[in-house]
């Protein structure tokens, strides 16, 4: 489902990956771990293709780097959900609208978007914020309507960056919960992390970055 | 893409960000106030100028008297001649009564006989006023039987010629200096609103937005605050002209007036100035650059 093939990747004279080959299979559990700056989040934006390689190619779902069309990549985008650090989350609007962004991007039926909105707030347990801004949420329910939004479009595969990043344990634990449940009905989960207490938590393929290449840690 | 959804969005930009939508809406009506006064002025001055051509009649002198038979003839073949409007017989009678207003003096009193010639005096079609129409009418015309010369203000013309010409390209190019950096001052505007949505524009690219998905809202609401801009100059403009012009306007003994298609024009136009700056504006942030800082 998502294959490097001698992925090179350059910043400026900068090498972040060299030779880099991977394969992830379907519904995998995968933690991308490695020091900060190695390389975490662009291995997630090749695979988002918020960038693409300087040499090799990335393959993800029926899309391939090396063919790839500006035009296509909001359409790759829509079947893979996209967890950020730093949340994401529109500030213009409430936490319903927000959630419902990713469906109005896809032309869905509104009576289709209330429904799989609310089911989604209600699956990370926030149905009492519809109505809120996400300036007053705190940072572990704007990451969790992050995560609806990630999820309303029922994606094959889950990217998330580094999702616990700035929370408390007690909030990690929480999504970690969720991740662990989407799995369970099918969808990949890719999450960069330098958290490794979670490894502990919930057990899965390990891929740690190193000298520009990945290593499976096992 | 749902039409409802982005009627939707684009509203909802008015209310979420009423500081930089109300900058947007003036930023247009100054722009707008500036063009359309320029617009006003230029448009009667060119009205002006083309009611002194309108004054400048041909003077058609004949060589002999004519009867009555061949006055009805030349009138229908003076008539006939494009750009030729009103034609007006000028008897010997009426030549000299025109002598007597001009002059003060009757030919009675100093002559015997009227030397005065039989004339015509036409009038010009407006569109032909110019001195290269007037000219091509007078040769014309001088070519007939009978007629023994043809008089007009032809220097008048051709100066009024000149100087339109010169008149035309200067208010040409401050029009479209004006119009361009109205384009500019407002594309610029709504930039710096957009500029502060990068965020949430980037946002939208990587949650699977299309760019036209994207974009259709700020448009709309780029030609929604174009549109409150052309009528908020439409306002002033009504305002300064029915209160303070038009009362001067007798005194200065042009009429100045500004018609409704006008004002259609301007609000018309605002919505043109919105569109355009909004795409001008919003296209650097749309695009795909596949590298970005993040
Ligand atoms: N757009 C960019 N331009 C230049 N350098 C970049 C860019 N994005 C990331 N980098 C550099 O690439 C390296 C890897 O960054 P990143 O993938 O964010 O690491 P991690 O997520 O593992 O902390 C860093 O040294 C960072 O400075
Ligand atoms: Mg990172």
Known sequence: MIEFHNVRLTFGNQDIFDHANLAISEGEFVYVIGETGIGKSSFLRLLYMDTLPTFGRVRIGGYDSSSITRHQIPFLRRTIGIVFQDYRLLEDRNVFDNVAFALHVTGARRQVIASKVHRLLSEVGLSSKEFAMPDDLSGGEKQRVAIARALVNDPVILLADEPTGNLDPTASRDILAIFDRVNRRGTAIIMATHDYSLLAQRPGRVIKIQNHSFYDVV | ?294
């Open chain 2, 1 to 294: 893409m749902s039409v409802s959804y982005t009627l939707k969005e684009s509203f909802a930009g008015f209310r979420r960000n009423r500081a930089a939508s109300l900058i947007t809406v003036f930023t247009v009506s100054i722009s707008l106030l500036l063009l359309g006064v320029f617009a006003i002025i230029t448009m009667n001055f060119a009205g002006f100028v083309e009611q002194i051509r309108s004054r400048v009649d041909l003077e058609v002198f004949l060589d002999t008297d004519i009867n009555e038979r061949q006055q009805e003839e030349m009138n229908d073949i003076l008539t006939s001649i494009p750009g030729v409007d009103e034609v007006v017989f000028v008897s010997k009678e009426d030549a000299a009564k025109i002598f007597e207003r001009d002059f003060g003096e009757s030919f009675d009193d100093i002559l015997e006989d009227n030397p005065l010639p039989q004339s015509f005096r036409l009038s010009i079609r407006e569109g032909y006023t110019t001195s290269d129409s007037v000219a091509v009418i007078a040769g014309r015309v001088e070519k007939l039987q009978l007629v023994e010369s043809v008089h007009y203000r032809k220097q008048l013309l051709e100066l009024i010629d000149r100087r339109a010409r010169a008149f035309t390209v200067a208010t040409l190019f401050i029009g479209i200096m004006l119009a361009l950096s109205a384009v500019i001052l407002v594309a610029n505007t709504i930039r710096l609103t957009i500029y502060a949505k990068r965020h949430i524009i980037r946002t939208m690219k990587l949650v699977g937005a299309t760019p036209m998905f994207i974009r259709a809202p700020f448009l709309i609401e780029g030609v929604f605050h174009g549109m409150l801009g052309g009528i908020i100059a439409s306002l002033l403009i009504e305002i300064v002209f029915s209160f303070f012009i038009q009362p001067l306007s007798e005194d200065l003994l042009v009429s100045i007036h500004v018609s409704w298609s006008f004002y259609a024009l301007l609000v018309l136009g605002g919505c043109l100035l919105g569109l355009l700056g909004s795409l001008i504006s919003i296209g650097r942030f749309l695009k795909e650059a596949l590298v970005q800082p993040n």
